[in-house]
Protein backbone atom coordinates (compact mmCIF):
# COMPACT_ATOMS: atom_id res chain seq x y z
CA UNK A 1 0.00 0.00 0.00
CA UNK A 2 1.27 3.03 -0.75
CA UNK A 3 1.79 6.18 1.03
CA UNK A 4 1.84 9.79 -0.03
CA UNK A 5 2.83 13.60 0.88
CA UNK A 6 2.42 16.42 -0.82
CA UNK A 7 4.71 19.41 -0.20
CA UNK A 8 5.82 22.93 -1.69
CA UNK A 9 2.48 24.79 -0.92
CA UNK A 10 2.38 28.16 0.19
CA UNK A 11 1.11 31.55 -0.54
CA UNK A 12 2.22 33.57 -3.39
CA UNK A 13 0.72 36.59 -5.52
CA UNK A 14 -1.61 36.60 -8.74
CA UNK A 15 0.76 36.02 -11.75
CA UNK A 16 3.65 33.80 -9.80
CA UNK A 17 4.11 30.26 -10.14
CA UNK A 18 4.83 27.37 -7.34
CA UNK A 19 6.11 23.69 -7.82
CA UNK A 20 3.85 21.08 -5.83
CA UNK A 21 6.12 17.62 -4.92
CA UNK A 22 4.23 14.22 -4.18
CA UNK A 23 7.07 11.68 -2.56
CA UNK A 24 5.66 8.34 -2.36
CA UNK A 25 6.80 5.58 -0.01
CA UNK A 26 6.00 1.82 0.91
CA UNK A 27 4.65 0.86 -2.57
CA UNK A 28 5.67 0.41 -5.99
CA UNK A 29 5.02 3.59 -7.44
CA UNK A 30 5.31 2.55 -10.91
CA UNK A 31 2.21 0.61 -10.40
CA UNK A 32 0.03 3.43 -10.22
CA UNK A 33 -1.38 6.24 -12.45
CA UNK A 34 -0.64 9.15 -10.39
CA UNK A 35 -3.29 12.36 -10.28
CA UNK A 36 -3.58 15.89 -8.74
CA UNK A 37 -6.69 17.27 -7.50
CA UNK A 38 -7.72 20.33 -5.32
CA UNK A 39 -10.58 21.26 -3.33
CA UNK A 40 -11.22 24.80 -2.27
CA UNK A 41 -12.45 26.06 0.92
CA UNK A 42 -17.00 25.00 0.67
CA UNK A 43 -16.37 23.01 -3.03
CA UNK A 44 -16.22 19.57 -4.33
CA UNK A 45 -12.65 18.06 -4.87
CA UNK A 46 -11.33 18.51 -8.31
CA UNK A 47 -9.51 17.10 -10.82
CA UNK A 48 -6.68 19.42 -11.77
CA UNK A 49 -3.93 16.63 -13.72
CA UNK A 50 -3.09 13.02 -14.42
CA UNK A 51 -0.09 11.02 -15.37
CA UNK A 52 0.40 7.40 -16.58
CA UNK A 53 2.21 5.29 -14.84
CA UNK A 54 5.49 5.76 -17.00
CA UNK A 55 4.38 9.24 -17.85
CA UNK A 56 3.69 8.57 -21.44
CA UNK A 57 0.44 10.50 -21.45
CA UNK A 58 -1.15 13.33 -19.37
CA UNK A 59 -4.27 14.16 -19.04
CA UNK A 60 -5.38 18.01 -17.86
CA UNK A 61 -8.72 20.06 -16.48
CA UNK A 62 -9.70 22.50 -18.52
CA UNK A 63 -9.70 25.04 -16.42
CA UNK A 64 -5.45 25.22 -16.82
CA UNK A 65 -5.58 26.79 -19.87
CA UNK A 66 -1.49 25.60 -20.28
CA UNK A 67 -0.73 27.00 -17.00
CA UNK A 68 0.01 24.00 -15.37
CA UNK A 69 2.31 20.56 -16.15
CA UNK A 70 2.28 17.18 -14.33
CA UNK A 71 5.48 15.23 -14.35
CA UNK A 72 6.85 12.46 -12.81
CA UNK A 73 10.38 11.06 -11.49
CA UNK A 74 9.41 6.97 -10.84
CA UNK A 75 13.44 5.91 -9.70
CA UNK A 76 12.56 9.05 -7.52
CA UNK A 77 9.34 7.93 -6.31
CA UNK A 78 7.76 11.61 -6.79
CA UNK A 79 5.38 13.82 -8.95
CA UNK A 80 5.00 17.47 -9.39
CA UNK A 81 2.80 20.01 -10.81
CA UNK A 82 4.41 22.92 -11.92
CA UNK A 83 1.69 25.73 -11.78
CA UNK A 84 2.41 29.23 -13.88
CA UNK A 85 0.44 32.63 -14.01
CA UNK A 86 -1.75 31.56 -10.67
CA UNK A 87 -4.84 32.89 -10.22
CA UNK A 88 -6.69 34.03 -6.70
CA UNK A 89 -9.45 31.09 -7.96
CA UNK A 90 -6.54 28.34 -8.12
CA UNK A 91 -6.69 28.80 -4.05
CA UNK A 92 -7.71 25.67 -2.87
CA UNK A 93 -5.89 22.51 -0.71
CA UNK A 94 -3.97 20.30 -3.33
CA UNK A 95 -4.20 16.55 -3.53
CA UNK A 96 -2.00 14.37 -4.89
CA UNK A 97 -3.47 10.70 -5.06
CA UNK A 98 -2.98 7.12 -6.69
CA UNK A 99 -4.51 4.39 -9.15
CA UNK A 100 -3.72 0.90 -9.52
CA UNK A 101 -6.08 0.20 -12.23
CA UNK A 102 -4.22 2.63 -13.95
CA UNK A 103 -7.47 4.64 -15.35
CA UNK A 104 -5.90 8.14 -16.39
CA UNK A 105 -9.06 9.21 -14.52
CA UNK A 106 -10.27 12.28 -13.86
CA UNK A 107 -12.85 10.98 -11.47
CA UNK A 108 -12.03 10.88 -7.52
CA UNK A 109 -13.79 7.58 -6.80
CA UNK A 110 -11.17 6.17 -9.20
CA UNK A 111 -8.17 6.79 -7.63
CA UNK A 112 -7.50 4.12 -4.28
CA UNK A 113 -4.53 6.28 -2.13
CA UNK A 114 -4.60 10.32 -1.47
CA UNK A 115 -2.04 12.20 0.29
CA UNK A 116 -2.87 14.79 3.12
CA UNK A 117 -2.76 17.37 1.07
CA UNK A 118 -0.54 21.16 1.09
CA UNK A 119 -2.51 23.92 1.25
CA UNK A 120 -2.11 26.91 -1.99
CA UNK A 121 -3.20 30.29 -1.59
CA UNK A 122 -3.12 32.78 -4.57
CA UNK A 123 -3.24 36.60 -3.39
CA UNK A 124 -4.59 39.64 -5.62
Known amino acids: QVQLAESGGGLVQAGGSLRLSCAAS????????MGWFRQASGKEREFVAA????????RYAAFEEGRFTISRHNAKNSMYLQMNSLKPEDTAVYYC?????????????????WGQGTQVTISS
Open 97 to 113: AADDRRLLSSRVSDYNY
Open 26 to 33: GGTFSRYD
Open 51 to 58: IRWNGVET
